[in-house]
């Protein structure tokens, strides 16, 4: 195309967009192709999925194909209509934005796995169940699934939050008083490495009961971590600091909480992430192990009954409770810690 052509399309547009302004017309497909493009495309891809599953024939009988392509259609109109409306929506147009590639890559991926499964049957049952045998399991097995997760958080709560008070705790006084580190620190350097796993035997044969002994080894995995970074922090603060707070009339109270313990927070939540982690790992191990309640036994019962498709339920219910744990910490650090927001992400 010429300069002459290529200038005379862009003054066409101009004036087409003003145009609608003044009538008070909005434009129907207001969206560009790099903002509005791949919303497009993922709409699309979604109603490929939808239609995939409602009318290409299923080889077994799989009792939610029809609400697995009716919830496909949904999110397809959804994503065209945000598209289509653009930045009128405000945030949820950006939102869509950031998640289109995500969305469609998603659409894609349920498609194939659609098409391996419960169509051309690729992969081995019941390894590989199709994407409605989840559906299935939301559905049916819900009550169990409910009850297990319950369990998990009650488990899961109650040790991190004692191992995260006593790592605290342990943390600021060993980086405060040296006395206290001349006797702590050489315990922990002997408990502290070794996974907090070695100690199921002496833990399930010492506590009362298995939930407090898995108590024990949640807090166990939450402590070290919590502990180490917390020293960290306080041994790592400025003199300085307890200078001018001294020259302030400050006392040593006030220097613990006004001062070390604020410039060492930074420290004790990337303790409390690693600690996050760490806890989620050893409460699927206890549950597995000694708990008769929980996402881990609830895995350890779908394995031993070849119900792979309670297992990938399970699965993703743990990926989504520990990822939004992960996200409440952070967001309560970019709260606390306004100075460094947006230093660590998630």
């Given at each position: 195309?010429?300069t002459?052509?290529?200038?005379?399309?862009?003054?066409?547009?101009?004036?087409?967009?003003?145009?609608?302004?003044?009538?008070?017309?909005?434009?129907?497909?207001?969206?560009?192709?790099?903002?509005?493009?791949?919303?497009?495309?993922?709409?699309?891809?979604?109603v490929?999925?939808g239609?995939?599953c409602?009318?290409?024939?299923?080889?077994?009988?799989?009792?939610?194909?029809?609400?697995?392509?009716?919830?496909?259609?949904?999110?397809?109109?959804?994503?065209?209509?945000i598209t289509?409306?653009?930045?009128?929506?405000?945030?949820?147009?950006?939102?869509l934005?950031?998640?289109?590639?995500?969305?469609?890559?998603?659409?894609?991926?349920?498609?194939?796995?659609?098409?391996?499964?419960?169509?051309?049957?690729?992969?081995?049952?019941?390894?590989?169940?199709?994407?409605?045998?989840?559906?299935?399991?939301?559905?049916?097995?819900?009550?169990?699934?409910?009850?297990?997760?319950?369990?998990?958080?009650?488990?899961?709560?109650?040790?991190?939050?004692?191992?995260?008070?006593?790592?605290?705790?342990?943390?600021?006084?060993?980086?405060?008083?040296?006395?206290?580190?001349?006797?702590?620190?050489?315990?922990?350097?002997?408990?502290g490495?070794?996974?907090?796993?070695?100690?199921?035997?002496?833990?399930?044969?010492?506590?009362?009961?298995?939930?407090?002994?898995?108590?024990?080894?949640?807090?166990?995995?939450?402590?070290?971590?919590?502990?180490?970074?917390?020293?960290?922090?306080?041994?790592?603060?400025?003199?300085?600091?307890?200078?001018?707070?001294?020259?302030?009339?400050?006392?040593?109270?006030?220097?613990?909480?006004?001062?070390?313990?604020?410039?060492?927070?930074?420290?004790?939540?990337?303790?409390?992430?690693?600690?996050?982690?760490?806890s989620?790992?050893?409460?699927?191990?206890?549950?597995?192990?000694?708990?008769?309640?929980?996402?881990?036994?609830?895995?350890?019962?779908?394995?031993?009954?070849?119900?792979y498709?309670?297992?990938?339920?399970?699965?993703?219910?743990m990926?989504?409770?520990?990822?939004?744990?992960?996200?409440?910490?952070?967001?309560?650090r970019?709260?606390?810690?306004?100075?460094?927001?947006?230093?660590?992400?998630?």
């Open positions: 195309m010429s002459y052509s290529a200038s005379k399309a862009v003054a066409i547009a101009q004036s087409a967009e003003e145009g609608a302004a003044l009538s008070g017309r909005p434009l129907l497909l207001s969206v560009s192709f790099p903002s509005g493009g791949i919303g497009v495309f993922a709409s699309l891809a979604w490929g999925f239609v995939a409602l009318w290409w024939p299923d080889i077994g009988d799989w009792s939610r194909t029809r609400e697995l392509a009716v919830a496909a259609f949904v999110l397809s109109g959804a994503i065209f209509v289509l409306a653009g930045s009128r929506l405000g945030r949820f147009d950006a939102g934005q950031r998640r289109a590639p995500w969305l469609l890559a998603l659409a894609l991926f349920l498609t194939l796995w659609e098409v391996a499964t419960a169509k051309l049957a690729w992969l081995p049952l019941p390894f590989f169940p199709p994407p409605q045998s989840i559906i299935e399991v939301y559905t049916d097995d819900l009550p169990k699934l409910l009850d297990s997760i319950f369990a998990s958080v009650k488990l899961q709560l109650g040790g991190y939050a004692i191992g995260a008070a006593v790592g605290f705790l342990t943390g600021v006084s060993i980086g405060w008083s040296r006395g206290v580190g001349y006797w702590v620190h050489p315990v922990l350097r002997f408990i490495p070794l996974p907090a796993t070695a100690w199921l035997p002496i833990a399930f044969f010492t506590f009362p009961s298995s939930w407090s002994a898995s108590t024990f080894l949640i807090a166990l995995a939450t402590g070290f971590p919590v502990t180490v970074l917390t020293w960290s922090g306080v041994a790592s603060v400025s003199n300085a600091y307890y200078d001018v707070a001294r020259t302030l009339g400050a006392k040593p109270s006030f220097l613990v909480l006004k001062v070390a313990i604020p410039a060492a927070l930074p420290h004790v939540f990337v303790g409390l992430f690693m600690g996050l982690g760490s989620f790992a050893m409460l699927v191990v206890a549950e597995m192990i000694g708990v008769k309640a929980g996402l881990g036994w609830y895995l350890q019962w779908a394995q031993g009954w070849a119900a498709a309670n297992m990938y339920a399970a699965l993703i219910v990926s989504l409770l520990c990822s939004g744990a992960i996200t409440l910490l952070f967001r309560a970019d709260h606390l810690l306004v100075w460094q927001k947006g230093v660590v992400k998630w």
